[in-house]
């Protein structure tokens, strides 16, 4: 794997990619700015690893248009010391494996076609050249480090903010879910956890949970009101995703209890494909589209998922295909969603 990307016109990344197992080199078309240690360079690098490189994503499109994320070609990793086939077997035996820190190039972006895209290479041999241009007073260092600002107008952020947005937003659920597998639900558990996770006490000592309390269950006849008025406000494609599963899902007539079937399995992965539907599609007057395109471009990866999975379950009824049909259809479906949310923009 080779690459040379090119960050020497301020706000605008080119480059190029050579990836394993792909006969074009992708090509970089991004806005944005990269870390301090590339801002104004022409980066240039090459893997010196002998080991087999893994084949790249097939559905990763040649040229790749959107923003930045973080590019920098200075991100401490530690890498194994030893050959490929010797830190695996330490890992398969749960034995400590030889390793040391190195610099590692790590390239994000937000792509139109693919959403969030990260290419981390450890090791490999680069060439820099002399910065064109550093950030200064037209452009402040924290421009660097807060990359939502310049992607954010006056009005709404864009597809490409909302992913990034959105992917923290995943990061911080991910984070507090281990804190509570760690720490439990506890009242001090709880105390432990907004400390780690740097939540201030908004309520103060003066909180009354009582109070609290009470207002929920008043408000609970209310939202019983709002969950049905929003079923009946279903988008027909999420109507659709969701039958399909429901479809799918009845094609297995073993009785419970037992383990998932294919099926059952694959019909997981529909649903949440339609509750990310549902997310974006049920409300969307009350959304950006910025939001809506984001949101749908993660249902196409989810969907993504979900294909290989029904086309597993072909052997186990004749209804298969046509529901894989049908899915191929829906997917279709999201893309003209995406460009009409774009249109909106």
Same mark, same amino acid.
């Given at each position: 794997?080779?690459?040379?990307v090119?960050?020497?016109?301020?706000?605008?990344?080119?480059?190029?990619? !050579?990836?394993s197992?792909?006969?074009?080199?992708?090509?970089l078309?991004?806005e944005?700015t990269?870390?301090?240690?590339?801002?104004?360079?022409?980066?240039?690098?090459?893997?010196?690893?002998?080991?087999?490189?893994?084949p790249?994503?097939a *559905?990763l499109?040649? $040229?790749? $248009?959107?923003?930045?994320?973080?590019l920098?070609?200075?991100r401490?990793v530690?890498?194994? %010391?030893v050959?490929?086939?010797e !830190?695996?077997?330490c890992i398969?035996?749960?034995?400590?494996? =030889?390793?040391?820190?190195?610099?590692a190039?790590?390239?994000e972006?937000?792509?139109?076609?693919n959403?969030?895209v990260?290419?981390?290479?450890?090791?490999?041999?680069?060439?820099?050249?002399?910065?064109?241009?550093t950030?200064?007073?037209?452009?402040p260092e924290?421009?660097?480090?807060?990359?939502?600002?310049? !992607?954010?107008?006056?009005?709404?952020?864009?597809?490409?903010?909302?992913e990034?947005?959105l992917?923290e937003?995943? @990061? @911080?659920?991910? *984070?507090?879910?281990?804190?509570?597998?760690?720490?439990?639900h506890?009242?001090?558990?709880?105390d432990k956890?907004?400390?780690?996770?740097? !939540?201030?006490?908004?309520?103060?000592?003066?909180?009354?949970?009582?109070e609290?309390?009470s207002?929920?269950?008043?408000?609970?006849?209310?939202?019983?009101?709002?969950?049905?008025?929003? %079923?009946?406000?279903?988008? =027909?494609?999420?109507?659709?995703?969701?039958?399909?599963?429901?479809?799918?899902?009845?094609?297995?007539s @073993?009785?419970? =209890?037992?383990?998932?079937?294919?099926?059952?399995?694959?019909?997981?992965?529909?649903?949440?494909v339609?509750?990310?539907?549902a997310?974006?599609l049920t409300?969307?007057?009350?959304?950006?589209?910025g939001?809506?395109?984001?949101t749908?471009?993660?249902?196409?990866?989810?969907?993504?998922?979900? @294909?290989?999975?029904?086309?597993?379950? %072909?052997?186990?009824?004749?209804?298969?295909?046509?529901?894989?049909?049908?899915?191929?259809?829906?997917r %279709?479906?999201? $893309?003209?969603?995406?460009?009409?949310y774009?249109?909106?923009?």
């Amino acid at each position: 794997m080779r690459g040379e990307v090119d960050c020497r016109v301020r706000g605008k990344i080119t480059g190029k990619l !050579w990836l394993s197992g792909r006969k074009e080199p992708i090509r970089l078309s991004l806005e944005g700015t990269p870390e301090r240690d590339l801002a104004g360079c022409l980066l240039k690098f090459k893997c010196q690893s002998e080991e087999p490189e893994e084949p790249s994503p097939a *559905r990763l499109e040649n $040229v790749q $248009v959107g923003r930045t994320g973080t590019l920098t070609a200075s991100r401490k990793v530690r890498v194994p %010391s030893v050959p490929k086939a010797e !830190w695996l077997d330490c890992i398969a035996e749960k034995r400590p494996f =030889p390793s040391q820190w190195t610099n590692a190039i790590y390239l994000e972006w937000f792509s139109e076609a693919n959403g969030n895209v990260v290419v981390e290479i450890g090791g490999a041999q680069c060439e820099l050249s002399l910065p064109e241009w550093t950030p200064g007073q037209e452009e402040p260092e924290a421009t660097l480090e807060e990359q939502p600002r310049e !992607w954010t107008d006056a009005d709404a952020m864009d597809e490409f903010a909302w992913e990034k947005k959105l992917k923290e937003s995943d @990061t @911080t659920a991910e *984070r507090l879910m281990e804190l509570i597998d760690l720490h439990g639900h506890s009242d001090e558990a709880w105390d432990k956890i907004e400390e780690e996770m740097g !939540w201030d006490d908004e309520f103060g000592d003066d909180f009354d949970d009582a109070e609290m309390v009470s207002e929920e269950e008043e408000f609970e006849d209310e939202a019983e009101a709002i969950i049905e008025q929003l %079923s009946n406000l279903r988008h =027909p494609l999420v109507k659709r995703t969701q039958n399909l599963g429901l479809r799918l899902s009845a094609q297995d007539s @073993t009785p419970p =209890p037992h383990p998932p079937t294919r099926c059952e399995e694959a019909a997981e992965k529909i649903w949440l494909v339609s509750a990310k539907l549902a997310g974006a599609l049920t409300r969307p007057d009350h959304f950006e589209p910025g939001f809506i395109v984001a949101t749908l471009k993660r249902s196409l990866a989810l969907w993504n998922e979900a @294909t290989p999975a029904i086309e597993l379950c %072909s052997s186990d009824s004749e209804i298969i295909p046509e529901i894989l049909s049908e899915w191929l259809v829906c997917r %279709s479906e999201i $893309v003209d969603l995406m460009s009409k949310y774009r249109q909106k923009r």
